[in-house]
Every structure is written in structure tokens, then in C-alpha cells.
């Protein structure tokens, strides 16, 4: 019987411990629910267009061309990106 209630003891801090966590994430879940804003995907960029699409597609692939020749600061491969 005493080793049980040394037992119960020494788990009574780690049962604090989760319930503690249990409480603050569930307050902070609750809080975020009630008061951060949701908005839809575009919402925030609601001028950007199809044409913006492909101009962002074309600077992100000569970016990784770029990369891939090295980061190069002058010479042909600049000359022929331009």
C-alpha cells in the first residue's frame, strides 16, 4: 500500500502538467475560433489576375535558372535571360 500512494504521489505533477496544457490549448482554440478573422483564399489579393499567374510562374523559373548557372552576376547566361 505505501508504494501505491508514493506512486500516486509522484504522479500527481505530470497529471497537473497535462491537464494545465489540456486547459491552455483549449483556451487558445477557443479564443482563436472567437477572434482571428477568417477570410477566403484570395481575399487579400483580390486584384491579382491570370496574367500575374504566368508573369509569377516566368520570374520564379528564371530565378531557378539562375540559380542553377550559379547565381552568375554578368556575363552570356544574363545577357540571354534579358
Known sequence: ???STKATVLMMPITLIHTSYDTLVNILCTG???F???AKKN???YWWT???DLLK???LHSNNLWKAA???RFGLFL???R
Open 36 to 38: 482571428v478573422p477568417k
Open 70 to 72: 550559379g547565381k552568375p
Open 43 to 45: 481575399y487579400y489579393k
Open 1 to 3: 500500500m505505501m508504494l
Open 50 to 52: 491570370e496574367e500575374l
Open 57 to 59: 510562374r516566368d520570374s
Open 79 to 81: 545577357a540571354n535571360v
Open 32 to 34: 482563436a475560433k472567437t
